[in-house]
């Protein structure tokens, strides 16, 4: 072999390796300067994960305190399945008997693609103690939350309820939702190659904010009269359903709001749609004799009459527009103050045809009527209040005894306290405040007026007409609280069933104590009770009764006049 020859190889030689370091060198400029950031940020990829932090939902109280609503500290139990999927069936068959799941299901998940995978939610405390004891790498705990309601059905169709997003649905729940609900943060965590947690990167994280909590009007204690008076008359009555409000006529606070059929609020999923429905905003019917108040303070306010205004009640039978309208009684001459408390329908109707359709019309819509009362709770209806050109020929007689209108119980209650309270319409107030967990004021809630329908002078007469109405010459003698003056109206309405009167009826009274300044009013409405027994005053008066009689002695609410013998034996005893 020539020199030539070796100079030739020994060039080509250099020449590849010159070739080689170059390629190496280029290498490392493309992995350490030009990609240096997308290697690194899929470096920091496969090392962190990120883990979400769910913000504790808001607690909801009544007006005393009392917790109605609040969050449960549980766990969602996570892995990651790049790291499991290597020795997934061993896994799986450790954690199937503390999960109580398939093991077979779980390795599936601990197998499948990506980083992240929930193997189950709503894990205690100390189950989630025993999965760490066993030092599964790839093993993540989440926070999670699990609404709990100590009461159960108690206050039910006003608390509400969330779904499993712990998103409101219904109730203040839904109603106040953006309030409640917190903030959800994150975590990030940085993890070796064998999947165990080095740190936890907390500059790089947001922290959840808990949420807000809301205290409503309701007071637990009256709730719980209520619903067992309620429960009492169903039992008694066999309604098919059932209503009871008490507020405070000053103020339109909700003390209590109880509806029949209920639900636990625990498990609303098992309840059907019927029984969670909220009927004191939601059901509306004809709301009978009650309504009587409407025209009778609108005739009383315009000085159309007067309360010693005598009408003749035709000895209960009267022919208007070729149809005759009936008393339930046979009634010659009565005064304006008699047509109340009596509950004559034939005098009703004719104040009413003295005040005129366009004059009643007007006092409908003064009170309140064919509009939402503003409480703000998801499902309340307008009921129905039809526009004058719509009225025919009897409507001016019908309307005044409360047919050929629909209303919602808490429709009915607040135009009461409207002739109680010296004539002002309230809005109904619900939710009290709204606070942080340091008892910060978020949102404050104040009572509010929304219209004047009739003047203080009116609603004075009105009063003392209604206060004879829970007497022996009353509808509602069974009604009378003993030792409290107490002014109401029953109610008695037929049912309509396709479009036809029914013997089926609502049986309401509603009524407010002291009468001369209200502290409380109460509605009590009976959906077609059974047993012979249908008249307002007899059936709902007497659960009245009961409701009062329980309330002004737990409110410390003095009575008026002296308690009657046995009443004064009882309270000594």
């Not at 030539?4 to 280029?26: D, P």
């Not at 997934?88 to 398939?102: G, T, W």
């Not at 205690?124 to 699990?146: N, S």
Request: charged share 20%; proline share 5%.
């Amino acid at each position: 072999m020539t020199t030539g020859t070796h100079k030739t190889r020994a060039l080509m030689v250099v020449t590849c390796l010159s070739l080689a370091f170059t390629a190496l060198a280029g290498r490392l400029v493309q992995l350490h300067v030009l990609r240096h950031g997308e290697l690194s940020a899929e470096a920091a990829k496969n090392r962190e994960l990120i883990v979400q932090r769910q913000g504790r939902r808001g607690e909801i109280r009544d007006c005393n305190g009392t917790l109605l609503a609040n969050s449960q500290s549980l766990r969602i139990v996570c892995a990651d399945p790049s790291i499991t999927v290597s020795n997934a069936a061993a896994i799986a068959d450790k954690l199937a008997p503390l999960l109580k799941m398939d093991a077979a299901v779980l390795q599936t998940r601990l197998s499948g693609p990506g980083r992240y995978v929930r193997l189950k939610q709503k894990v205690d405390e100390e189950t989630v103690q025993q999965l760490r004891a066993l030092k599964i790498k790839g093993l993540v705990f989440e926070d999670q939350y699990h609404r709990s309601y100590p009461h159960a059905t108690l206050a039910s169709h006003v608390i509400g309820f969330v779904d499993s997003e712990h998103r409101g649905v219904q109730g203040i729940e839904a109603a106040m939702n953006q309030y409640l609900a917190g903030t959800v943060g994150y975590e990030v965590i940085e993890r070796d190659r064998k999947g165990r947690e080095i740190r936890a990167l907390r500059e790089e994280g947001i922290e959840p904010r808990d949420g807000y909590h809301v205290v409503l009007t309701l007071d637990a204690v009256i709730q719980h009269i209520a619903e067992s008076e309620l429960d009492r008359a169903m039992a008694e009555f066999r309604p098919h359903a059932g209503a009871i409000i008490v507020t405070r006529p000053k103020s339109g606070e909700i003390l209590a709001m109880s509806s029949r059929p209920t639900f636990d609020l625990n498990d609303p999923g098992h309840a059907p749609a019927d029984a969670r429905r909220n009927r004191c905003i939601s059901d509306v019917a004809e709301p009978g004799s009650t309504f009587k108040v409407v025209n009778i303070s609108g005739a009383l306010n315009d000085g159309t009459v007067r309360l010693n205004d005598t009408f003749h009640c035709e000895n209960g039978a009267w022919l208007y527009a070729g149809r005759i309208l009936h008393d339930a009684h046979p009634y010659g001459p009565l005064t304006v103050e008699q047509i109340l408390f009596k509950s004559s329908n034939i005098g009703a109707a004719k104040i009413a045809v003295k005040m005129g359709s366009a004059r009643l019309y007007e006092y409908i819509h003064r009170f309140g009527f064919g509009r939402k009362t503003g409480i703000g709770l998801p499902g309340e209806v307008s009921g129905i209040a039809h526009p004058l050109n719509r009225w025919t020929g009897l409507s001016i007689t019908r309307i005044p005894m409360g047919h050929e209108i629909a209303a919602t119980p808490l429709q009915m209650i607040m135009a009461m306290n409207a002739i109680g309270n010296g004539g002002r319409l309230m809005k109904p107030l619900i939710v009290k405040r709204v606070v942080d967990s340091n008892g910060q004021v978020i949102v404050e809630n104040h009572p509010q007026q929304v219209a004047q329908p009739i003047s203080p002078v009116a609603s004075a007469m009105m009063t003392a007409a209604l206060r004879r109405v829970p007497t022996p010459d009353g509808t509602a003698p069974k009604a009378a609280v003993d030792g409290y003056d107490v002014a109401g109206k029953t109610g008695t309405a037929q049912k309509i069933e396709n479009g036809q009167y029914v013997r089926k009826y609502y049986s309401s009274f509603i009524g407010y104590l002291p009468a001369a300044d209200p502290e409380i009013s109460i509605l009590v409405s009976l959906d077609d009770p059974s047993g012979g027994a249908y008249y307002g005053g007899s059936v709902s008066g007497p659960v009245f009764r009961r409701v009062a009689e329980k309330v002004v002695e737990y409110l410390g609410i003095p009575p008026q006049k002296p308690l009657t013998d046995v009443k004064r034996l009882a309270s000594i005893q």
